[in-house]
């Protein structure tokens, strides 16, 4: 019977790729490859001579929701049709990218085997060229679009990453860039929790060994006139101290006399 698995190469070309990634490539009867550079893919096709590329289902004006529908069809194709069927995607295959997650899901409805292998991804290299620890004072995540639809409780004594910045407030799931005016808009909302001034950084992981991060610190008023791409994170620091719990604290001291 057809199985799925669906793996991450990471973000740096063949720097990244863990063993157990590798071996389902290469033994798997086909591969779907949804990575962001064409290198990648002539990587790829060294480790597997039937790769097919996801990238042809984007295009300007269709909807990323139907482009992703249509991936996921395709692998599940294969898959019905018996074969052993690996999809991979750079970066971690689950991080912040639904359509590994929707081709899991999908195959095991239908009583196939299938199964996700993690990979290191943006925010592992964010961390790693940062220098941040997200335990240190805690680390937000956001989709930025979501972060403008929906009202979010921030805490700025902790870090926020913003992932999809360059499309932020896209309603529409069809453009590859959204421009100042929408940025605008999102400054305004972060300044509710953050001062005009605070230096945020535009990150972008190195994707070749020749190549560096891009890690950009720019003030927060600022960043409509940034320059943003598709593979854009941004990042904000802790603009604040940690507020002490003196209730909570109380009641361990409490217990602790309990305790004794
Ligand atoms: N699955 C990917 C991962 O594991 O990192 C993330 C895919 S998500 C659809 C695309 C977003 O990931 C971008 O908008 C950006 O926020 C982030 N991203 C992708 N490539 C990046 C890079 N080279 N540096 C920093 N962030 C990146």
Same mark, same amino acid.
């Given at each position: 019977p057809g199985r799925l698995?669906?793996?991450?190469?990471? *973000? *740096? !070309?063949?720097?990244?790729?863990? =063993?157990?990634? #590798?071996?389902? &490539?290469?033994?798997s009867d086909v591969v779907f490859a949804a990575?962001? /550079?064409?290198?990648? $893919?002539?990587? +790829?096709k060294q480790m597997?001579? $039937?790769?097919?590329? !996801?990238?042809p289902y984007y295009a300007v004006g269709k909807?990323?929701?139907?482009?992703?529908?249509?991936?996921? /069809?395709? *692998?599940?194709?294969?898959?019905?049709?018996?074969?052993q069927v690996c999809g991979a995607f750079y970066g971690h295959p689950g991080v912040f990218a639904q359509v590994a997650h929707d081709a899991i899901a999908q195959a095991r409805? @239908?009583?196939? +085997?299938? %199964? *996700? @292998? =993690?990979?290191?991804?943006?925010e592992d290299c964010l961390y790693a060229d940062l220098g941040i620890d997200p335990g240190r004072y805690g680390c937000q995540h956001y989709e930025a679009s979501q972060f403008m639809f929906y009202r979010r409780r921030i805490d700025p004594a902790a870090y926020l990453v913003l992932w999809q910045i360059g499309i932020a407030g896209d309603r529409s799931c069809t453009r590859f860039a959204t421009g100042p005016a929408l940025r605008r808009l999102l400054v305004?909302?972060?300044?509710?929790?953050? =001062?005009?001034? %605070? @230096?945020?950084?535009?990150?972008?992981?190195?994707? +070749?060994? &020749?190549? @560096?991060?891009?890690?950009? #610190?720019?003030?927060?008023?600022? !960043?409509? /006139?940034?320059? +943003? %791409?598709?593979?854009s994170t941004l990042v904000l620091p802790p603009a604040a101290m940690l507020q002490p719990d003196p209730d909570m604290l109380a009641r361990i001291e409490a217990v602790e006399r309990a305790d004794m």
């Open positions: 698995v669906c793996v991450g190469l990471g *973000m *740096m !070309l063949g720097a990244h790729i863990g =063993p157990r990634a #590798r071996s389902h &490539i290469e033994q990575v962001s /550079d064409p290198l990648v $893919e002539l990587w +790829l597997h001579q $039937e790769v097919h590329s !996801l990238q909807s990323r929701r139907q482009t992703y529908r249509e991936m996921v /069809d395709a *692998m599940l194709v294969e898959v019905r049709a018996g074969k409805r @239908e009583g196939f +085997l299938a %199964h *996700m @292998e =993690p990979g290191v991804s943006a305004e909302r972060l300044i509710e929790d953050y =001062p005009a001034y %605070h @230096e945020v950084i535009v990150y972008e992981a190195a994707t +070749l060994p &020749i190549s @560096e991060p891009r890690m950009e #610190r720019v003030k927060l008023r600022d !960043l409509p /006139d940034a320059q +943003l %791409h598709m593979h």
